[in-house]
């Protein structure tokens, strides 16, 4: 089947549950045993929810895996595959992944004796060069956040394979819909549920997503061990989310390639970032391995940080707010906002400037979206 009709179809079964037609909301924390240790498939919610595991089994479909997990949030399952390493243990990271990425390897993990390097991975040299003895994982980001570079994931993943190092890739820009990294060989994929799969802004949740069995163990085990489940409400709503998936990013590409042709023509905005740009970085890998080039957009005007403020507040149909991926558009500015806890000259050695701009573009008339941004640009 395509993809649009798994996405509606896939892990549910409505005659497994009286023909209900969306799957039922169990919002029960234990569940009867006939005996101890003899249960239907679940006995602690914590554990395992019949809510949360269609949900489960719909990611695992729509990713191209075996096996899912979903967490409390996109940082919940950052924290179970984190954990995957051991004290000693060296990380490889993409250098611009998105801020709360980057607080929890750098702030905390750091502290348990697990070492990261932050490399531009658009460029498999660095990461080559990165590699050392005790090199346990890969975490790439592509598109990345916020300046939308692309890493190359087939070559990236063999790499990390021939190397003995797990590859991970945060697909929660591009979504499955887009680009499905464990077809192109990455050992795990995860997502925030909160973004595009959600795509409502009313739920907060994360998945990882593998082939492989035991790594799928290890990564369950942790989910159970650590408890960053979602509830079965919330696994309902991405649930729901999901099945407008291709239409909902199909209409925002629609609508982003319309906001590229004009930021590109404004005499304020010096760059703009986006994938389907034959100038930008590994524009011809995003062609090969994405459907379409996402609806997330970034650019940059020469200002400072109460300059790019400015452009982002007050805005109409615009919401200023932290997020993406809903049916409204959000923009915001990274510098003070989502990569704030990067400190200053770590931020500009990435790229991430002061007059920085995100924009997640959502479903609005396009046009209304462009006239919001162009009162935003003369407000300064």
Not at 47 to 58: F, M
Not at 113 to 121: C, E, N, R, S, Y
Request: charged share 25%; aromatic share 8%; glycine share 8%.
């Amino acid at each position: 089947m395509h993809f649009e009709t798994r996405a509606i179809h896939a892990g549910y079964d409505p005659f497994d549950h009286w023909g209900a037609v969306n799957p039922p909301v169990f919002l029960s924390s234990t569940f009867a045993q006939s005996s101890p240790g003899k249960h239907q498939g679940f006995e602690y919610a914590r554990s395992g929810n019949p809510t949360r595991k269609a949900l489960e089994d719909l990611l695992a479909n729509l990713e191209g895996g075996e096996h899912a997990c979903a967490f409390s949030s996109g940082l919940g399952a950052t924290d179970s595959i984190i954990k995957l390493l051991s004290s000693g243990d060296h990380c490889i990271v993409a250098d611009d992944v998105y801020g709360g990425t980057f607080r929890i390897f750098d702030k905390t993990y750091r502290r348990f004796g697990i070492d990261f390097t932050f490399v531009d991975t658009t460029n498999p040299e660095n990461v080559a060069a990165a590699i050392k003895d005790n090199t346990k994982m890969l975490f790439l980001e592509t598109p990345s956040n916020p300046l939308l570079k692309v890493s190359d994931i087939a070559s990236l993943a063999k790499l990390a394979r021939d190397k003995g190092v797990i590859s991970v890739v945060d697909n929660t820009f591009a979504t499955p819909y887009l680009q499905r990294p464990l077809e192109l060989g990455a050992d795990i994929v995860m997502h925030s549920c909160t973004k595009y799969l959600g795509g409502h802004s009313d739920v907060v949740m994360g998945a990882a997503v593998t082939k492989e069995s035991k790594l799928h163990e290890r990564i369950a085990f942790n989910q159970n061990a650590s408890g960053a489940v979602p509830g079965a409400l919330d696994c309902y709503l991405v649930h729901r989310g999901i099945k407008t998936l291709g239409v909902r990013v199909d209409k925002s590409c629609d609508s982003a390639e319309q906001i590229v042709s004009f930021l590109l023509e404004h005499k304020r905005v010096t760059k703009v970032h986006y994938p389907a740009l034959k100038e930008h970085v590994n524009h011809s890998i995003a062609e090969k391995q994405m459907k379409r080039f996402g609806a997330m957009i970034s650019f940059e005007i020469d200002g400072s940080v109460a300059d790019g403020e400015k452009v982002v507040s007050d805005r109409r149909v615009w919401t200023l707010g932290e997020s993406l991926g809903g049916v409204e558009s959000l923009l915001e500015h990274p510098a003070s906002m989502t990569h704030a806890s990067i400190p200053k000259e770590m931020r500009e050695k990435a790229g991430l400037r002061d007059g920085l701009i995100r924009l997640s573009v959502g479903i609005e008339d396009s046009r209304d979206l462009i006239e919001d941004l162009r009162k935003g640009l003369e407000s300064y």
